[in-house]
């Protein structure tokens, strides 16, 4: 606005609007660039500032004691005010003034169930067998986060076991609400299912998959061009939208990126940034495809797939019945459904079994030090495809014994 950019010639810092409230001068060339239509640079800053909302929100989530929790909310609602959204609820603070009070001198401490509970999980040989040396948080928010998101890696009923043992153990909170905070709500596939078990005690709100529920903003607005008749839209608003908020809280995660030798840590911010936007990237390429005709969607969908399948663990979760393979099995299922329609000009397959019998099928494959699972594939990232004759290799982690 030209009388701002007066307004900062002749008074700086103390420039004010015409009307006299503060000028939030800082925020105008933000505002000015997303306001601009059809801009690709717009909409890079605006899923950048939804990233940053996110990162901020999960670290209050974490951190409810936060020194800066109270100059945060300000900051929380001029974000969404920029990007002219809606303010969610902010994650829930613990009422200050409500500790329970500590044994009497001289007295035993009372056991700690929820301490019992970890240290059972993290000794269960079971456990170990599928997640194996998973380092234990000190801090207990941390600690109840990775607890959670190491149950998305074990076999369904195990993880419904502990999910149980551990609903049963979490603390009352006393003289707090009843319900301090709803669980933040992501669209279910099939069921709905926690992702993430509050503890109110500690500020946390959970994860949950709710059917009906909306999909994260940055994931609606890639998709916003999906025409509405494309059957696999729901589920890709679904798994993208659980992929990117378990991937933001899990600090086992890692992102095995295309062509990048070694895995990065999501726990890291500029790899999750870098996650996030190559994901949405990927979820508006298959919404410009669509249009394009079943081959084209295809090829892109197939890429979607693999950034959906990109996200694992060392060691990865091999249970068929896990959270994780669930994902991924539902996102190969996409593909392989698109590749029927096109009856004999698509081939689709998934590189498994022994590593030897697929490695013509596959390049940029990640070696991963296994007892257990020598020579064999313990995770697809990219499918194998191939579209009117055109061959595109996929991409695996492999067990090798050294």
């Not at 936060?66 to 303010?87: I, K, S, W």
């Not at 059957?231 to 992929?243: C, D, E, R, T, V």
């Not at 399948?309 to 990865?316: D, E, G, M, N, Y």
Request: glycine fraction near 8%; include cysteine.
């Amino acid at each position: 606005m030209s009388h701002g950019a007066d307004a900062r010639r002749d008074g700086g810092a103390d420039a004010r609007r015409d009307d006299g409230a503060d000028a939030p001068e800082a925020a105008d060339p933000f505002r000015r660039l997303l306001a601009t239509a059809d801009s690709e640079l717009a909409g890079t800053l605006r899923d950048g500032l939804r990233l940053l909302a996110r990162a901020l929100d999960q670290t209050a989530l974490l951190r409810p004691d936060d020194p800066g929790a109270e100059a945060f909310t300000q900051v929380r609602g001029a974000l969404h005010d920029m990007l002219g959204e809606g303010v969610p609820a902010p994650p829930p603070v613990p009422a200050a003034g409500h500790a329970v009070a500590g044994p009497p001198a001289g007295a035993a401490p009372p056991p700690d169930p929820v301490a019992e509970l970890l240290d059972g999980f993290h000794a269960d040989r079971a456990v170990r067998e599928h997640l194996g040396d998973a380092r234990r948080q000190a801090d207990p928010a941390r600690a109840w986060v990775a607890f959670n998101c190491a149950l998305l890696r074990l076999p369904g009923p195990a993880a419904q076991a502990w999910r149980g043992r551990a609903a049963r153990a979490v603390p009352a909170v006393p003289g707090a609400p009843v319900a301090p905070g709803a669980p933040v709500a992501l669209p279910a596939l099939d069921q709905e299912e926690d992702l993430l078990l509050p503890r109110h005690d500690l500020g946390i709100r959970g994860i949950r998959t709710v059917v009906g529920a909306a999909p994260l903003p940055e994931v609606a607005g890639a998709l916003a061009p999906l025409p509405a008749a494309d059957p696999a839209g729901p589920a890709l608003a679904a798994l993208a939208s659980q992929a990117l908020a378990v991937a933001g809280i899990d600090p086992e995660a890692l992102y095995f990126e295309s062509l990048t030798p070694r895995p990065r840590p999501l726990a890291d911010p500029s790899a999750l940034a870098d996650y996030t936007r190559e994901l949405l990237t990927r979820l508006r390429a298959y919404a410009a495809a669509v249009p394009e005709g079943p081959p084209r969607a295809l090829e892109a969908l197939i890429a979607l797939d693999e950034a959906l399948c990109s996200v694992a663990h060392l060691p990865p979760a091999t249970d068929p019945g896990s959270w994780w393979n669930g994902l991924a099995a539902r996102s190969h299922e996409l593909v392989f459904t698109l590749a029927g329609g096109l009856g004999g000009r698509a081939r689709v397959r998934e590189p498994a079994r022994r590593f030897r019998d697929v490695r013509d099928l596959t390049e940029d494959d990640v070696p991963m030090v296994s007892r257990t699972h020598p020579g064999r594939v313990v995770r697809c990232l990219r499918l194998y495809a191939e579209i009117d004759g055109v061959a595109r290799r996929g991409r695996v982690i492999y067990g090798v014994d050294r």
